[in-house]
Antibody, heavy 118, light 107 residues
Framework: EVQLLESGGGLVQPGGSLRLSCAAS????????MSWVRQAPGKGLEWVSA????????YYADSVRGRFTISRDNSKNTLFLQMNSLSAEDTAVYYC???????????WGQGTLVTVSS | EIVLTQSPATLSLSPGERATLSCRAS??????LAWYQQKPGQAPRLLIY???NRATGIPARFSGSGSGTDFTLTISSLEPEDFAVYYC?????????FGQGTRLEIK
């Protein structure tokens, strides 16, 4: 059974940093690209970032480029999102998502809430 | 960036009725469009991928159609558990984008 378990969310002050993790199991993690998708309270879904299976290529939404860094450790089946220079607009539930062979997401974690507030 | 516009924003129907949800892309996405269902407090659930393919375990009452810029999600006969928010998503080009969602509510 595929499982994605996010962690690392919490309350952080504006300008602060946070590192999210997503522990994957039930599939060959090293064979799949992975993404982070977020959802602000009461709002829609926003794709944030993606990384190829090897980690050799990364992609970012304009809203986070230069502030967030996606990475992965295939030896530990774990996906990361390093978030710097956080602002209130980054407040959201952050999901890690596994795509099918294409970039449609067939498995999602339960999400981790990031709240940016003073 | 490809903008996906969903309509209507809210759709009020009764169980047993047919639901038709629309997603329009600002430029062609070929058939690289998916539909998701999201219920309160839950992660999204993939319903349809590549415009018309049902994901594993999705009931046959859900169907998708379209290509290029205009897409439709049809629920043939609404069940009580179908009332939720629905999102479309394109994978044709970076960045991946989602529509703003259609809320399907009980009339």
């Amino acid at each position: 059974e595929v499982q994605l378990l996010e962690s690392g969310g919490g309350l952080v002050q504006p300008g602060g940093s946070l590192r999210l993790s997503c522990a994957a199991s039930g599939f060959t993690f090293s064979s799949y690209a992975m993404s982070w998708v977020r959802q602000a309270p009461g709002k829609g879904l926003e794709w944030v970032s993606a990384i190829t299976s090897s980690g050799g290529s990364t992609y970012y939404a304009d809203s986070v480029r230069g502030r967030f860094t996606i990475s992965r450790d295939n030896s530990k089946n774990t996906l990361f999102l390093q978030m710097n220079s956080l602002s209130a607009e980054d407040t959201a539930v952050y999901y890690c998502a596994k795509p099918m062979r294409s970039n449609h997401f067939d498995y999602w974690g339960q999400g981790t809430l990031v709240t940016v507030s003073s | 960036e490809i903008v996906l516009t969903q309509s209507p924003a809210t759709l009020s129907l009764s169980p047993g009725e047919r639901a038709t949800l629309s997603c329009r892309a600002s430029q062609s996405v070929s058939s690289y469009l998916a539909w998701y269902q999201q219920k309160p407090g839950q992660a999204p659930r993939l319903l349809i991928y590549d415009a018309s393919n049902r994901a594993t375990g999705i009931p046959a009452r859900f169907s998708g159609s379209g290509s290029g810029t205009d897409f439709t999600l049809t629920i043939s006969s609404l069940e009580p558990e179908d009332f939720a928010v629905y999102y479309c998503q394109q994978r044709s080009s970076w960045p991946i984008t989602f529509g703003q969602g259609t809320r399907l509510e009980i009339k």
